[in-house]
């Protein structure tokens, strides 16, 4: 196993050492030597994006509400811990130049602004687009295509790759360990997609071992969850063995 094609990724940064989806995570993250960072982009009902996971602020905050249903200056008063809620060019502004960045769409209808700030961050090179709605996948595609996008795979299924590829063209695909097929991950590689897994924050080191190395020797090249360092102590092992 070679250390160099093996790639360390966090989940809404490393979020088992800082809140979720704040600057603290990416933080930690970047310091933990992560290649690519997820995280989560919602529009708050001014019109501006911000990094949070869940529709509403109930769970990661100290307060209560809709995400969407709330302006900037409301969600801006609230905790994360010790954290606030970053918005989008926050992050893009705390991440540049120190690591690559997977950003997820939470809703539809924000593609384009979203598209806009990445170019305005003058990051297109360095970010990578991902959501569960394809139509917003397709949209980003038209709307600047040297921005990368991303595949989800998260149940065991038939995949048709050929057909993914015409419609979305995608550079990574993010795999859920229960759903990988070594038929279609083969088909990606040769595509030249990188393909991406992210593992269960409940795991032990010692199950994460398990599951990392079965993976590797599948053609996974790419991992996350929220402690990488675990992800990078894992590939030295590997890597010594």
């Avoid at 297109?124 to 295509?145: G, K, M, P, W, Y």
Wanted: charged share 30%.
């Amino acid at each position: 196993m070679d250390l160099k094609s093996l790639k360390v990724g966090a989940h809404r940064g490393a979020m088992c050492y800082a809140p979720e989806n704040t600057l603290a995570a990416f933080a930690f993250a970047v310091q933990q030597d992560c290649y690519r960072i997820e995280f989560d982009v919602r529009r708050t009902s001014d019109g501006h994006l911000v990094v949070i996971h869940d529709e509403t602020v109930d769970r990661t905050t100290d307060g209560s509400g809709i995400v969407s249903e709330m302006s900037l200056s409301e969600l801006k008063k609230l905790s994360v811990g010790t954290e606030t809620i970053p918005t989008l060019k926050e992050s893009l502004d705390f991440m540049a130049g120190k690591t690559k960045m997977l950003i997820e769409q939470k809703e539809k209808g924000i593609t384009e602004q979203v598209i806009r700030e990445i170019e305005l961050a003058k990051l297109e090179r360095d970010c990578t687009i991902v959501s569960f709605h394809e139509e917003s996948l397709v949209e980003a595609f038209q709307i600047n295509s040297k921005i990368d996008r991303g595949y989800f795979i998260i149940k065991p299924g038939v995949y048709d790759i050929n057909e993914i590829c015409e419609r979305l063209d995608p550079r990574l695909f993010i795999v859920w360990p229960v759903a990988v097929q070594h038929e279609y991950i083969e088909k990606a590689i040769r595509k030249g997609i990188v393909v991406r897994c992210g593992f269960s924050d409940d795991q032990s080191i010692d199950q994460l071992r398990k599951e990392l190395r079965i993976l590797v020797e599948m053609g996974v090249t790419e991992f996350s969850c929220g402690r990488p360092d675990w992800i990078k102590q894992l590939i030295n092992e590997f890597n010594v063995e």
